[in-house]
């Protein structure tokens, strides 16, 4: 890993640890993905050993303007994971005057941060890929060493595509709890068959607290479930798709939440095509992007559409967009005249 974002993390993590003791309450907000609540339980365990008063509540980011909206200036401090940083964002905790901190990993489109505490790597290193969960786990392990943050952070990990530049945690992890980078996978996909079921996903909190749970019957039975859904989804991509020169369109109709998980298993089906999975909610389209070539940037390709997006961020292989019907009809314009220029 880069000796700088190793510093940069350090010396984040002793000011991180200054500012929680200036608060007892303290809310915990998350992505609504694997790395998120993975996050999540890594700061749960340490904000417990601390004996902090904790609330936590997973959100999707176009979801978060609103939630934001919603709280009041008190004497109490948010952590928020997993989530990419909007300008509207920042102008909401300014105006509510919100105490934050912000751990995140995506690639910034905002660079002023004088209104929160923002711990992310690409600040440093633009190129480097730490899941949050990694990062979580780097700043907090420094300071509280806790074994079961160790497995959290692994699970997320490989969960958000990030083995890369976490060689050392993952090795470590293996020989702490006598597993394989595969086993923290397949547990990793058993964690996001939760996801594909569940609105509340913070009732599963409590008892991810315990790593048991991580074996137990309940668990295999909702992802024995959500592999069925999955197989037949994704035979029906095979089938009904639409190919735009490099892009694969697909439409998911269901009323699970299965629109990232088929996208990144179309991605590892297609590597050569720029994978596009889009549903329709309340009269919103709403996408996940993926790509496996390395050479391609999905987020300097769709911020060239000059499409105007709701919503739109991520990571250059994988990211996510929402948009109005109107302006999906200009996406798919813009898709076939970047597929003729190609």
């Known amino acids: 890993m880069d000796v700088r974002v190793l510093k940069f993390l350090n010396r984040q993590s002793k000011n991180l640890e200054k500012i929680l003791k200036n608060y007892q309450k303290i809310k915990i907000v998350f992505d609504r993905d694997v790395d998120g609540l993975m996050s999540c339980l890594i700061v749960l365990c ?16 176009k979801d978060l303007k609103n939630f934001l909206s919603k709280q009041k200036n008190s004497n109490c401090l948010y952590i928020f994971l997993d989530l990419s940083i909007e300008k509207e964002f920042l102008a909401e905790i300014k105006n509510k005057k919100l105490k934050c901190i912000w751990i995140d990993h995506h690639q910034l489109k905002v660079f002023s941060f004088k209104d929160i505490f923002l711990i992310n790597p690409v600040l440093i290193n633009s190129s480097i890929y730490l899941p949050t969960s990694a990062i979580s786990y780097i700043i907090f392990d420094r300071i509280y060493h806790i074994d079961k943050l160790l497995f959290f952070a692994s699970i997320g990990i490989v969960a958000d595509k990030g083995e890369k530049f976490s060689e050392n945690i993952l090795k470590k992890a293996e020989k702490k709890f006598n597993l394989k980078v595969d086993d923290f996978f397949e547990i990793s996909k058993k964690v996001n068959s939760l996801f594909i079921f569940e ?144």
Request: aromatic letters at 12%; charged letters at 35%; proline letters at 1%.
């Open 46 to 61: 340490v904000l417990e050993k601390l004996n902090k008063k904790v609330e936590y509540f997973s959100i999707k980011v």
């Open 199 to 342: 609105k509340d996903i913070e009732k599963y909190v409590p008892k991810m607290r315990n790593i048991a749970f991580f074996k137990s019957k309940d668990l295999n039975r909702i992802y024995s479930k959500a592999q069925k859904i999955l197989s037949k989804e994704f035979k029906n991509a095979i089938k009904k798709h639409i190919e735009i020169g490099s892009f694969f369109l697909y439409k998911i109709r269901t009323k699970f939440n299965i629109r990232s998980t088929i996208a990144n298993m179309l991605s590892q089906e297609f590597k050569d095509k720029i994978i596009i999975v889009y549903e329709i909610r309340k009269n919103e389209i709403i996408m996940s992007l993926r790509s496996n070539d390395s050479k391609i940037n999905l987020l300097e390709i769709f911020s060239k559409f000059n499409i105007n997006f709701k919503s739109f961020g991520g990571h250059k292989s994988a990211c996510g967009a929402v948009m109005s019907k109107e302006e999906f009809k200009k996406f798919l314009k813009k898709l076939k005249e970047y597929g003729r220029n190609k």
